[in-house]
Nanobody, 120 residues
């Protein structure tokens, strides 16, 4: 099993910044893609961005140029730097990791979610 622990959410004013972190732990696991999703009230969960093993990234159009995803493979951690935040970025943000273990093939693991609220 792989456990994910998120941190870094909170309340921020429009135009402000936040940095989310998601650390993976477990035994005998190999991480592939790492990403962030978000779900706003009354809406479906949507992909925000993803970073692959080789470092390539993809972003939703709504966050391009404002959000940056990065990863530290030595720490099994993925980060999301969010700048120029807007009220429409308000959502619960979920970390997603695709990983395999000694006992299982590659599957999705999810963090517990962290609330990001952008409001004046």
């Amino acid at each position: 099993q792989v456990q994910l622990v998120e941190s870094g959410g909170g309340l921020v004013q429009p135009g402000g910044s936040l940095r989310l972190s998601c650390a993976a732990s477990g035994s005998r696991f190999t991480i592939n893609d790492m990403g962030w999703y978000r779900q706003a009230p009354g809406k479906e969960r949507e992909l925000v961005c993803v970073i692959r093993t080789g470092g390539s990234t993809n972003y939703a159009d709504s966050v391009k140029g404002r959000f940056t995803i990065s990863r530290d493979n030595a720490k099994s951690t993925v980060y999301l730097q969010m700048n120029s935040l807007r009220p429409e970025d308000t959502a619960v943000y979920y970390c997603n990791v695709k990983a395999s273990t000694y006992y299982t093939t590659t599957r999705d693991y999810w963090g517990q979610g962290t609330q990001v609220t952008v409001s004046s």
